[in-house]
């Protein structure tokens, strides 16, 4: 790769949320701290609140509205990292295949290293998965097991559920008094900032 090419991103999002991880990329790449340009934003919706960021950065949209129609699109685009930010649908396995240590996913839990391991929260209590959980879920999974910490992980989409080279991780200290909607509002910032600090590695790195 020559010092002036960036590398190739899709950024692929569904009608929850409101995009802000696309967003914190978008800035990111805007800052210059991330090395790369958005080839597509692909949406299985059309009224993703995602889609009106695109738009507004003229970014290219393409809509996928089934998993299966997936693996065509993204070979189209010659891609070096596909961003899950935000996409429900189930990733077939013919497309993990396709694109090995290339598809970056944000899970709401602390993945370890390796499968049968541990994560270890900052106070050394032990960190929760969260495996099969998505967001409000994971939340209140912490909240149920009194946790001391929440925490997110950002990993290579594999053939194992919920399980990959992980590529970064953030935590949130629990207080008392959080409820669901207060502790993920704090933890979806350090996932916005953490989804930057990936793509800054490997965009440097690659």
């Given at each position: ?10 950024i ?11 967003q ?11 090395k ?10 059309i ?12 970014l ?6 089934t ?15 596909i ?8 990733i077939?396995?013919?497309v993990i295949?396709a ?18 391991g541990n ?10 998965w ?24 950002i990993?290579?989409?594999?053939l194992?559920f ?11 200290k ?13 933890l979806?910032?350090?996932?916005n ?14």
């Amino acid at each position: 790769m020559s010092p002036k090419s960036k590398l190739k991103l899709a950024i692929l999002i569904s009608n929850v949320g409101a995009g802000t991880n696309l967003q914190a990329i978008i800035d990111g790449i805007d800052r210059e701290e991330i090395k790369a340009e958005i080839c597509a934003v692909i949406s299985d919706k059309i009224d993703a609140p995602g889609l009106e960021r695109a738009k507004k950065h003229s970014l290219k949209i393409e809509i996928c509205p089934t998993k299966e129609m997936l693996l065509s699109l993204l070979k189209k685009l010659n891609l070096d990292y596909i961003c899950l930010a935000g996409w429900k649908q189930i990733i077939l396995d013919e497309v993990i295949l396709a694109f090995p240590n290339k598809i970056i996913n944000l899970h709401p839990g602390l993945i370890p290293n390796t499968i049968d391991g541990n994560v270890g929260n900052p106070d050394s209590t032990k960190a929760l998965w969260n495996k099969g959980m998505l967001a409000t879920k994971a939340i209140k999974n912490f909240l149920d097991h009194k946790a001391t910490f929440a925490g997110s992980s950002i990993h290579f989409l594999t053939l194992n559920f919920d399980f990959g080279p992980v590529l970064g991780k953030t935590f949130e200290k629990i207080e008392t008094d959080d409820s669901v909607e207060s502790l993920y509002k704090r933890l979806k910032k350090k996932e916005n900032q953490l989804y930057v600090e990936v793509l800054k590695k490997l965009c440097k790195n690659d």
